[in-house]
Every structure is written in structure tokens, then in C-alpha cells.
């Protein structure tokens, strides 16, 4: 899932896991897994009698599809989907998941511990491993290259108050470097640029230049979170002179995501040292009359190459292309083995298993299976990708399917909101809402703002329909979704999001051991390294659901399935 936050170089994680067989999945609580010695497939609950995913209306008459009469599907296709979708799920087993993990386990070992785009040789051999696969089971595979900015953080930075009073502050608990901040030492006067301190704290600050109105050249500017992009308020602060920025959380409500210190990409290279802070941090610094701070960095960017792996198999369809996707990089810090070699896992055993099905199935709609590369830096290879299909390329599209960290460790089971995308993405979700349904699980809703790879599908201007699931990420587990689907409450969904242990091995970081003697308590052998296989084996199975019910009807979510000419 793209970064927040950008971590130092990683130490190498080493992982190494057991053979594992999946017992039956008929609930959360009831969901066990032991190692043995030889692998077996997962036994499944049956589906419940409950309503056909195939022919369920979309969410709100909002996300209906305005040239359709009804957006209930077609009864023959939609049954001739439902049934190939559950025989490809039938075919994907959580082992053949697991031994992909593996594989990218393996090859972050051999790669610094990272499978980061631009980062050595990790990621490019996670895309041959891919390719190498597809091209086996018969799939035309194409590597699409594109240059990116890369940014790393070289050393740690360092960031304290000198006046009134030394004050040392944590980092990632008081502040975090943004991707691509400039290097450098800056000590200088903190300047607070249009701040809203009293609720409801609705900010614009740093969207206008003429907020730096009065602004000294060489002070550092502080302003707050909100309403435009880092990279604007950032441009402002470097016209009006800034020697340095910092940008505090606005402060609008009372979670974690609007109050803590936080990451996040500028989008380009600027040439002086930035990052990002808690609102308490923002808020001292905009009260206090005299405030100077100095702020340390070490950075590095340029232009690198990276590339997507792209799958379809060579037969011509007459109908509409259905897109699955999963970003294959990880952040720099760590291997990336949930965030997300699980997705990408997950969409390449389905991948294979669908070319053994479509051989003699021959689903009228064609099946792009993507890999993205540059995720982490910002939806990079999505963005590219989007970016360079003609108008008719884009017509041809009915739907993406997107799937980021589906093997949390304390997992939701999380559906994106699809009443918020496109029209067409309800349909989307309600598809996904009743398959756990079926299997007897509730679902969450995951939010639908651009975060991964879906972003650029669905963006102003594109307005492809969109939808996928996803386990959690930094945020912390509720009472609320304990209740729902098991777990430890008050503890990150995945504690080693972005980080070095988010591996197949055991976790034995000391700012996280606890957290994952809890987890361990509550899940037991289920747990593999950073991943839990409950989630894991079940959303594949989502996965190939969608993917064999797609293939052969869209019509709930586009209206009409044949292709503009």
C-alpha cells in the first residue's frame, strides 16, 4: 500500500517457514492450521443459501449503469460466471499462495532485504519470477518500462527545537521525513503560514502564495495539513524563500491518521529539507512567540527505471477486458511480503489456475492480469500505465479489480467503498460484500480515496469502475473489529507495515514483540511470519471467484458488455 512514510535502508530479513496444511475455514474462531509435513489444499465451509453474488444490485441508484434497464445481470451469463468463478476458486490453494511467498521471501534475501523498485536487484527479479511463471502457463506477457524519481533516505534525520528551550523530538513519533525532501542542515525561525488552530480546524494553509505574505526569506514554514497536495504547499514555501518546511496534521477530529506525525510523497525533488508532524508538535511550535528549530537530513534522489508486468492470454475475445492488479514492490525497508507479496501472490495463482480453466472455458471477455511496479513511490507504474492507453484502450475496460495486503497479521476483512468510485464500483462491492457473506464472514468498509493502485482507474477523467479488498494496514485494531473478525484489539492491523519484519520469519523486532506474543496467542500456527493465512486463503478465493464471474458477464456493472467499436 503506497507509503505514508519513508523508512531508512533495511537490515536484511531472513525468513524461513514451515509446510503448511489449512484445516477447515468455516469462521474466524473456528479457523485452525498446523504444520505438517506434507502440503495439503484447504478445506472450505460450502457456500451458505444466501443472495447470488452474480445477480445483486448495485449499492445506490447512483452507481446504477445509466444505459442498462436493470442492473440485475443477465440470468444465463451471470450463472455460467458464478459457476466458473467457483471452479477456478476450487483450483487456487493457499499453498500454491504460500509458494510465491516464498519465492519473494528468497528473493529479498538474496536483495538487502528488499524487493523496492530501484533498489538493487530485488525488484526486477520478483517481475522475472512473475513473468517467468505466466509465459509457462501460456500467457502473452509484456514488461512495460518506465523511468521514475527515486528517493531514499540516506541517515535518519534529526529534528529538535532550540528555541525558547531545547527540545529534542522522536522520530516517526513526533515527526517523519517526506519522500522527496532535499538535503541539508537548517536552523532558523519556525514562520506559521494561515494555521487554523480552533475547531473545526479547516485548513488551506500553504495552498496560495498568498498566504507566505510577509514571510522572511531563509525561515522555516510550518504550515498545516489539508486541502492541497504537499507538493503545493511545498512549491509555495520554496518561492517565498523558505529554508525549510514543515507540515503538521491538521488536527480535524480525533483519530490517529489526523493527529499523528505522518509520511507522504511530494511528488518531485525540492531542494530543501522536509517533513511531516503531529498536530501537537504543529500546534507548539504556531503557538509559541519565539520558536527556532534545526532540522537534519541526508536524501537522495534521481531517475531510476522500473516496469509493470502485464498478462493476457493470446486469444482474441469479442468482449470487454476485466483488469486484476496487485502492486509487486515493496518499500526499501523490508521484503514487502504482505504489503504486498500477498496480493501479488495471490493474483498470480489465480492467474496460473485461470489459463488451465480458460483453455476449454472460453469466457467471452478478455482477463489483464497487472503487476505494478513504483507503488510505494506513489502509484508510479499504475499512473503510467493509465497514462499511456488511448481513449479507446480506456472504453475497452470494464472494471479493475485491485488487491493490497491481503494477509495482515490482525486482519478486517475490508471491502472497498465503491458507492464513493466511479458508477458501476457498488456492484462491485456488493459482489465482494456477499461472497464473505456466503462464507460466512462480515466485512468492513475500506476506503476508496486514491491509496493504492485503483487511484489512477478511477480518477477525474478516467472514470473506470473499480472495487477489490484489502486486511489493514498502520491503523489500530478496534474493540469494534474484534467483534467482527477475532483478533487483539489495540494493536496496528499489521505492526510491521513497513518494516524490515513484514517477512515470512518470525518477529522478533523489540519495538513489536509484544504485540506479536499477543497476536500469536490469539492466532496460533495460523500466523507465518507477518502473515496470516486465514485472510490469505480466503481472498484468493475471492479473487478467483471475481475473476471466473467477470469473464464471462459485466453487465451489473457497465450495462452493456459489448465494447464501443
Known amino acids: 500500500m503506497r507509503a505514508r512514510t519513508r523508512r531508512n535502508r533495511p537490515t536484511r530479513a531472513v525468513g524461513v517457514v514451515a509446510t503448511l496444511m489449512v484445516a477447515a475455514l468455516t469462521g474466524v474462531a473456528a479457523n485452525q492450521m498446523t504444520a505438517t509435513a506434507t502440503p495439503a489444499r484447504a478445506i472450505r465451509p460450502a457456500p451458505a443459501p444466501s443472495v447470488d453474488p452474480a445477480r445483486t444490485p448495485s449499492a445506490t441508484p447512483s452507481n446504477t449503469p445509466s444505459n442498462s434497464p436493470s442492473n440485475t445481470a443477465p440470468p444465463a451469463a451471470a450463472r455460467a460466471g458464478l459457476a466458473a468463478g467457483r471452479a477456478l476458486a476450487a483450483q487456487v490453494t493457499v499453498d500454491g499462495v504460500l509458494s510465491h511467498l516464498r519465492a519473494f521471501q528468497q528473493i529479498a534475501d538474496g536483495n538487502e532485504g528488499t524487493r523496492a523498485s530501484g533498489v538493487g536487484r530485488g525488484y526486477t527479479r520478483s517481475a522475472d519470477y512473475v513473468a517467468g511463471h505466466l509465459e509457462t502457463a501460456g500467457y502473452r506477457v509484456t514488461r512495460q518500462k518506465f523511468e521514475f524519481p527515486y528517493f531514499e533516505e540516506v541517515r535518519p534525520a534529526t529534528f529538535r527545537r532550540t528555541a525558547p528551550t531545547a527540545h529534542p523530538y522522536r522520530a516517526t513519533t513526533d515527526f517523519q521525513i517526506l519522500s522527496y525532501s532535499g538535503s541539508g542542515t537548517v536552523e532558523a525561525r519556525v514562520r506559521p503560514v494561515d494555521v487554523a488552530l480552533r475547531p473545526p480546524r479547516a485548513s488551506t494553509s500553504g495552498c496560495e502564495s498568498a498566504d507566505f505574505a510577509g514571510f522572511r526569506r531563509g525561515e522555516i514554514a510550518l504550515v498545516q495539513r489539508g486541502s492541497c497536495d504537499f507538493s503545493v504547499k511545498a512549491r509555495h514555501a520554496v518561492a517565498a524563500g523558505a529554508a525549510g518546511l514543515i507540515i503538521f496534521n491538521q488536527g480535524d477530529g480525533t483519530s490517529r491518521e489526523r493527529l499523528d506525525a505522518f509520511g507522504g510523497t511530494l511528488q518531485e525533488p525540492f531542494r530543501i529539507p522536509a517533513i511531516g508532524v503531529s498536530y501537537a508538535v504543529g500546534a507548539e511550535l504556531a503557538a509559541s512567540p519565539s520558536r527556532s528549530v534545526r532540522i537534519v537530513t541526508e536524501t537522495l534522489s534521481e531517475t531510476r527505471t522500473t516496469e509493470n508486468v502485464l498478462a493476457e492470454l493470446p486469444a482474441e475475445r469479442a468482449g470487454r477486458t476485466v483488469m486484476v492488479g496487485a502492486h509487486l514492490d515493496s518499500v526499501p525497508a523490508g521484503p514487502g511480503i504482505n504489503d504486498n507479496g500477498s496480493g501479488s501472490a495471490g493474483v498470480l495463482e489465480v492467474a496460473l489456475r485461470y489459463a488451465e480453466l480458460a483453455r476449454t472455458a472460453g469466457p467471452p471477455n478478455t482477463l489483464r492480469f497487472a503487476w505494478w511496479g513504483g507503488e510505494e513511490a506513489g502509484l508510479l507504474g499504475s499512473q503510467h500505465y493509465v497514462d499511456s492507453l488511448t481513449s479507446a484502450q480506456r472504453e475497452r475496460i470494464a472494471l479493475y479489480l485491485n488487491f493490497d495486503m491481503i494477509a495482515s497479521p490482525n486482519y478486517e476483512l475490508g471491502v472497498y467503498d465503491g458507492d464513493r468510485g466511479p458508477a458501476g464500483s457498488g456492484a462491485i462491492e456488493k459482489f465482494f460484500q456477499h461472497f464473505l457473506a456466503e462464507h460466512g464472514q462480515k466485512s468492513s468498509v475500506s476506503e476508496f480515496t486514491g491509496r493504492s493502485d485503483y487511484g489512477p482507474f478511477i480518477a477525474k477523467g478516467i472514470g473506470i469502475p473499480a472495487g477489490g479488498m484489502d486486511t489493514g494496514a498502520e491503523g489500530i485494531k478496534p474493540k469494534s473489529a474484534v467483534a467482527k473478525f477475532g483478533g487483539v484489539p489495540g494493536v496496528a492491523y499489521d505492526p510491521c507495515y513497513h518494516q524490515a519484519c513484514d517477512g515470512l520469519g518470525a518477529v522478533n523486532d523489540k519495538d513489536r514483540r ?52
Open 514 to 565: 509484544d504485540d506479536y506474543r499477543r497476536l500469536v496467542r490469539a492466532y496460533g500456527s495460523r500466523l507465518v511470519g507477518n502473515v496470516n493465512v486465514v485472510p490469505l486463503d480466503l481472498i484468493s478465493d475471492a479473487i478467483a471467484t471475481a475473476v471466473g464471474r467477470y469473464a464471462h458477464d459485466v453487465s451489473d456493472v457497465v450495462g452493456n458488455p459489448t465494447p464501443a467499436p
